[in-house]
């Protein structure tokens, strides 16, 4: 299949990006909200820095998109070491922290 070529636009703003070290994932029966949030050490509440609101199909893309991108990054520089000691603890029925 080729690849599709797309025109977009990347504002100096949106370009210096925001920190995350945690993401929590949600959804509904018709889109999946991903909340990127900062922890800093020693304090007990975060702060979500950004919300991504997408359908289940584009939400789907982007987990293969990932995945692929993970993957590539490992063969080039190594396997990519977990180093989270505990399970990833399950917010309500519908979602995660990852």
């Given at each position: 299949m080729a690849e599709q070529k797309i025109d977009i636009n990347l504002s100096e703003e949106?370009?210096?990006?925001?920190?995350s070290n945690l993401a929590i994932i949600t959804h509904s029966n018709a889109e999946f909200i991903l909340d990127f949030a900062a922890m800093?050490?020693?304090?007990?509440?975060?702060?979500?820095?950004s919300r991504i609101i997408m359908t289940p199909q584009n939400a789907k893309r982007l987990l293969h998109a990932l995945a692929d991108n993970v993957a590539k990054f490992e063969e080039k520089n190594g396997?990519?070491?977990?180093?989270?000691?505990?399970?990833?603890?399950?917010?309500?029925?519908?979602?995660g922290l990852a």
């Open positions: 949106v370009a210096t990006g925001v920190y800093m050490p020693g304090l007990p509440k975060g702060q979500v820095r396997a990519i070491k977990d180093n989270v000691a505990e399970p990833i603890p399950i917010i309500g029925g519908n979602g």
